[in-house]
């Protein structure tokens, strides 16, 4: 199990490393002026273009602006805006508001989807299944921004005071509930169906025949051999639908006014802010890593069959 | 699991030397093999759902190719006097913001929401089924490098890179209505490809275990022909599936970023274009957003089901 | 290595076997509701089991013996499945008519049951440890050590070297023998009075499965427990059974003691299955087959089910079913000419 571990871990390196490169190339490396528009409707001053290519080494390779900006983002120095903000001020500012949307969003994607598909693959054939099959097919068609308008419609229509069509500056949990199932209703519909599937396959196995015959209650057979089995696709779902969230996020919290990463980096890239983009970006893709090394892991918890890969 | 075996002999035959008989003959009969293609076939010509998508899915075809069958006014002229004019007998939609006919538009929309699509399905699953295909076939460095390159595009979350993609064509002065669609259409299949890759691969690893494989390279047949004529054929079934869903995601993909600002603009109208430009106006005018969204949810529930019921008649485990 | 002679029934002595049935099949009967039709599983299946016996049950597939060994186990899946008749006897007990909760009691403790692949019988995902003492732990409610401790005795009665080791092994990590014999041990955890053994050995390779056929021999001496064991290999058959049931078509057609089975069978197609093993005399003769296939469940022949398959079908065969015609002390036929079959004809 350790050297598993051990193996995932040295092999994110080389991905880490892949992804955040290219982010940079296609960042810093695309054709056009990356002063323009950044002084107001003049031209930037030469002497201002001079001293922010010397300091941001824009004239050095591209391989060589890589290293220098890795190696100082990993002593924690994001670099600063052309305006000489801290990106990594901006980005610690909404990085927590977004963060706590995305766990809303995993959060209820998980309950209601994994419940949902329990229920109506234990059951089979029936009224709720037709329902839940239905309403998912429709959650996968709609695109997030679409629910997200048409939520936001039904609230202001019903004006409730517990449930804000906008979300705060503050961005409590509670504000978060809406947006969260708005960004993770594509989602939970998958999870619905897939653990649906799962169940309804491992409900017909072999070992399921074998608890029976032991004797067991129902409560057990079900609650912990067939879940135990069941889990292991939607658990690996979970993880490759944070990808998903993060291009989501941009959408939701742009209609639903919400102060996170999602509208900062939005704004930046056609800004062209390019340090907060990259900056954004990278911590995401970290961040992405390390929830999918996570789900590896506990892969490999459920699932013994893999330890010895 | 239990025994409800049934033999090749069905009902009808009643006495036993029919039985033999008829027993004798399946044996030697000659005649078309049923593959697990036109037992798909037989049974999805019988579902309502299959046959009501592929309908719906001609229809829009129909509307993309020829919209100057649904409608004589032109989706582009605009007239200020009609603006934000709510459905009327002239106008069955209404008129937009800039007084433009609803209704045309949402027709022609149709042609850049499902040629985006399309395109984007095609592209994509072409250059993810030919990595797929020769990493899964060949394995060793191949393969190495193939899944490495698709976890690094797995780490990149989608619509970051293609905004960031996007954003670059844009500001290289991509303009005419041709080649923001082109734009749009490489940026998604340069960033979804690895989807159909691994697809594929894992179909070709399952596939080149099996012994007509193996006959196939003792008898000396060629790599290529091995992949086309052997492994191809079976591998088929998984990524036909995905492309027809994804076909749907694509056409919901476009809509995003074309609401995002950074998709297909002016003149090019899609659906997703008209969602976008109805932004600030639904409260007052909800049709601008309704009648648009209407058509793009019905068309990717369209492909999505289609895929399903694909999937489901494909699938030799739920007969 | 146990040899189990007919001698034990023969003579009758006292106190050799109880006389009432430990399990006690009368007249079952199930149907399977399919796309195609109503497959008629199971018509009118008798059989009983002593304790201390072991009773065979011998078909090919498709002849309802699993099917049979679930409806007593009571796991059948019950929508495709009904049971629309008969009973089956457990200490007198008609079990079809209990309440689940009952039932269920009964499995393990009464009854248990082991199957034929135990690679997918055993949950990949749990080692073999945990699914021993889960029965021990929810069903006697033994304690963590207790439970463990038992456990490893189980393995080891099973002869499994190792056992402490093995136990927090999963399945896949052991080999093919050793795995049915982990579930051979499962299932005697909670110390059954019967053993249902599924064609418990054809999975495996010959060597193997005589160890196996060993041990449940053993076992089953040891602790007088009844013992029905299905299968369709007429060689493992012959060392460790008192007495045989052939199945055809959902019906069993001949039941006998072992060593009356073998030396003069009473139907047809025992006759034709003995004559189809192929023999060390046999040298280049073509092997005897029986012409033909199983019939469709669905649609079974009228009058004998046999009859399409057998030498000797007349008239009689197709339009009359054959009732069961008693040849000898706890031997039936079902044929019309059974006893001119026993005879040699």
């Known amino acids: 199990m350790g050297r598993y571990v051990l193996r995932r871990l040295l092999q994110i390196v080389p991905v880490f490393i892949g992804t955040t490169f290219l982010i940079y190339v296609l960042i810093w490396a695309i054709p ?30 591209i391989f060589v602006q890589y290293f220098k900006y890795m190696t100082a983002l990993v002593q924690g120095d994001f670099g600063e805006t052309f305006n000489g903000q801290s990106v990594g001020e901006l980005i610690s500012l909404r990085f927590p508001v977004s963060v706590r949307l995305a766990i809303v969003a995993v959060a209820i994607e998980a309950l209601i989807g994994v ?11 029936s009224f709720l299944d037709n329902l839940v099959l239905a309403s998912t097919l429709f959650l996968i068609s709609m695109p997030t921004f679409v629910t ?46 897939l653990t649906r599937t799962s169940i309804m396959e491992n409900k017909r196995s072999d070992y399921m025949r074998t608890a029976r015959a032991k004797g067991l209650p129902n409560s057990r057979i079900v609650g912990v051999h067939l879940l135990r089995n069941s889990a292991i696709p939607v658990l690996t779902f979970l993880g490759t639908s944070l990808g998903g969230l993060m291009g989501g996020a941009i959408v939701t919290e742009g209609i639903f006014d919400i102060k996170g990463v999602g509208g900062l980096i939005y704004r930046s890239i056609l800004d062209k802010e390019g340090f907060i983009v990259t900056g954004v970006v990278v911590l995401l893709v970290i961040v992405f890593l390390m929830v999918n090394l996570i789900i590896d892991l506990l892969y490999a918890v459920l699932d013994p069959r893999i330890r010895y890969d | 699991m239990t025994e409800s075996t049934t033999t090749a002999m069905g009902a009808g035959a009643a006495s036993a030397e029919d039985q033999i008989a008829a027993l004798d003959q399946l044996e030697t009969k000659p005649g078309k093999p049923r593959s697990l293609w036109s037992d798909a076939w037989l049974d999805l010509r019988h579902r309502p759902v299959f046959v009501v998508c592929v309908l719906l899915i001609a229809f829009l075809v129909v509307m993309a190719l020829f ?5 004589s006014v032109d989706p582009t002229h605009k007239d200020l006097a009609h603006s934000r004019e709510a459905p009327s007998a002239q106008a069955w939609f209404g008129y937009d913001v800039q007084g433009r006919d609803i209704y045309a538009r949402v027709i022609y929309g149709a042609r850049w929401s499902i040629l985006v699509g399309v395109l984007a399905s095609l592209l994509s699953v072409l250059i993810g089924g030919t990595v797929g295909i020769m990493a899964g076939y060949r394995g060793g460095w191949l393969d190495g490098v193939a899944s490495r390159t698709a976890e690094i595009f ?17 500001s290289a002065g991509v303009n005419s209505a041709i080649a923001i669609v082109g734009a749009v259409v490489v940026s998604i299949a340069v960033l979804i490809w690895p989807v159909s890759m691994r697809i594929m691969r894992s179909a070709a690893i399952g596939a080149r275990q099996h012994d007509y494989v193996k006959a196939a390279r003792a008898l000396g047949a060629s790599t290529t022909r091995v992949l086309i004529k052997h492994l191809l054929p079976n591998c088929l079934a998984p990524v036909l599936v995905y492309a027809t869903i994804a076909l749907g995601e694509f056409i919901g993909l476009e809509a995003t970023l074309s609401f995002l600002g950074i998709g297909l603009r002016d003149p090019a109208v899609s659906w997703g274009v008209m969602i976008a430009d109805s932004r600030n106006y639904i409260r007052v005018a909800p049709y601008l957003l309704f009648f648009p969204a209407g058509f793009l949810v019905v068309t990717v529930l369209s492909f999505v089901m289609l895929g399903d019921a694909i999937r489901d008649a494909l699938d030799p485990k739920l007969r | 290595m146990v040899t189990r002679t007919a001698s034990v029934v023969d003579t009758g002595e006292p106190g050799a076997l109880p006389s009432a049935p430990l399990l006690e099949v009368a007249d079952l009967q199930v149907e399977f509701r399919t796309h195609d039709g109503v497959a008629k599983v199971l018509n009118g299946v008798n059989y009983q089991v ?59 403790e009464g009854i248990a049951m082991i199957f034929q ?24 409610g033994l304690g963590r050590r207790e439970a463990r401790n038992r456990a490893i005795e189980l393995l080891d009665l099973v ?32 110390d059954p009075e019967m053993l249902i053994a599924d064609e418990p050995t054809t999975a495996l390779d010959v060597t193997v499965q005589a160890q196996i056929m060993d041990l449940l021999a053993e076992i089953q001496a040891e602790r007088r427990m009844g013992l029905i064991l299905i299968t369709h290999d007429l060689g493992v058959v012959a060392e460790v059974a008192d007495r045989i049931s052939v199945m055809y078509a959902g019906r069993i057609v001949e039941q006998a003691d072992a060593a009356s089975l073998y030396r003069s069978p009473g139907h047809p197609y025992t006759a034709a299955l003995l004559e189809s093993l192929p023999r060390l005399d046999q040298r280049g003769q073509t092997l005897n087959t029986i012409k033909g296939l199983p019939p469709s469940l669905l649609n079974i022949p009228s009058g004998c089910p046999f009859h399409p398959r057998c030498r000797r079908a007349e008239d009689v065969c197709r339009s009359e079913v054959p009732r069961d015609v008693r040849l000898g002390l706890g031997r039936t036929s079902a044929c019309h000419f059974a006893e001119e079959v026993v005879a040699g004809g």
């Open chain 1, 32 to 61: 056009g002026d990356p002063f323009a528009g950044l002084c107001g409707e003049r031209r930037c001053p030469d002497s201002f273009i001079a001293t922010m290519t010397e300091k941001y080494h824009l004239n050095d390779s």
């Open chain 1, 115 to 125: 419940t949902a598909g329990i229920l109506t693959g234990l059951r089979g054939r």
């Open chain 1, 148 to 193: 997200g308008f048409v939520v936001q419609q039904l609230l202001l229509k019903g004006d409730w005071e517990f449930l804000p069509p906008t979300v705060s500056d503050q961005a409590r949990w509670s504000e978060l509930i809406i947006p969260g199932f708005v960004l993770g209703a594509v989602a939970m519909a998958f999870v619905a169906r």
């Open chain 2, 67 to 71: 919209p100057g069958l649904f409608t």
């Open chain 2, 154 to 170: 797995f780490g990149l979350p989608f619509v970051l890179g293609a905004i960031v993609v996007l954003t670059a064509f844009r």
């Open chain 3, 50 to 108: 002593r304790a201390g016996e072991t009773l065979a049950v011998l078909g090919e597939s498709g002849s309802g013996k699993s099917v049979t060994a679930q409806a007593i186990m009571g796991i059948l899946d019950v929508p495709p499945a009904a049971i629309t008749g008969g009973a089956v006897r457990f200490h007198g007990e008609d079990l079809l008519t209990l309440p689940e909760e009952r039932r269920r009691a009964i499995r393990g």
């Open chain 3, 117 to 140: 692949d135990a690679l997918s019988a055993l949950n990949p995902v749990f080692t073999v440890g945990f699914q021993i003492e889960e029965q021990l732990r929810v069903r006697l």
């Open chain 3, 159 to 190: 002869r499994i070297p190792n056992p402490a080791r093995r136990i927090r092994q999963y399945p896949h990590e052991f080999s093919g023998g050793m795995r049915q014999r982990a579930m051979i041990a499962m299932s005697l955890a909670l």
